[in-house]
Structures are given as C-alpha cells and as structure tokens.
C-alpha cells in the first residue's frame, strides 16, 4: 500500500473517531446540568464534589474548547493529506493548511499546559508537580512539537512554492 494512502487512512478514521465527541460532548454537558444526581453517565469532572456548579461547568466548557482546538487542527491535516494524495504538494492550499494546523496544534498545546497548570494549582491547594514518565506533560509537549513542526513544514512549503513558480516562469 502506498504511504500516502495508508496516511489519508489513518488520519481519516481517527477525524471520524473525533465527530462523535464533537457532536454529543455539548449535549451530554447540557444533561448533566439538568440533571446533576443522575447515574447514567459517570463523569470524573474535578470539582463537582458539591454538585455540577460554576467550576465544573467553567472546566469543562475549557476543556471542550481546548478539544476543539485540537479537532480543527486534525480537519486541517486531513485536508493536507488530501492534497498530498492528490500530489499537490507545492500548492498555496498546502502552505495554507500546514500553517493553520500548525496554529491550532500550538495554540492547543499551550492552551493545555495552561489549563493543566491552573488545574494543578486549584486542585492539589497550591502544589504543583510535573511527573516524569509516561504522563500528559510528554503528550502536551510532544503536541506543542508537532504544532511547531506544522509551522516550520508550512514555511518550508511556502519556501518550495515561491522557487517552483520562480522555476516554471524561467522555461
């Protein structure tokens, strides 16, 4: 199977995979509110030891946000691999989409280790600690890695466009 194929794949089932959470994430808040002695959905929300108020309300409209951010970076690498099947690579859509992947996954990350930090703070009485190992400061810093990768392949393909158009309007 070609590599680009087998890419377009990958990233097109785990987008699909993401749709669901997109769509049912608002409403199953939303049920929650109405509803907050419920039983059916066991949520493991911080601060809803007292009920589902402002803080556990206010952390998971940011964490929804913060997903967002993330599924509209992923939309945008998909388009990218959509063109790069198609074997437009040197295109002003590709530059276009590298850069705003890029953006969402930087802006997603930072946003992350924020959110982490704040959580951190307000959850644990002021004490903050940063495990080592397998923990979601590596997932969060390999995020911000990507996200700068995006970028720095977005200039690149920008770079790579300016000298293919320089290179067709000399023949």
Known sequence: MNLNKLFKLLIDLAFFLMIPIVVFFPGTI??????PEQSIINVNIPFTESGFGGKALLFTLAFFALFLLFFFGFYQLRK??????????????????????GRFFTACA???????SVNAILTN????????????FNLLLFLLIVGVLF?????????????????????
Request: net charge positive.
């Open 30 to 35: 939303l049920y929650i509110l109405i509803f």
């Open 125 to 136: 009485s002021g004490r903050f600690s940063i495990t080592f190992g397998s923990s979601n």
């Open 110 to 116: 930072l946003g992350s280790f924020l959110f982490v």
């Open 80 to 101: 990218f691999a959509g063109l790069l099947l198609k074997g437009k690579l040197f295109s002003k859509e590709v530059v276009l989409c590298t850069r705003k992947a």
């Open 151 to 171: 970028l720095l392949l977005s200039d690149a393909f920008r770079k790579a466009l300016a000298l293919k158009e320089e290179n067709d309007l000399t023949v």
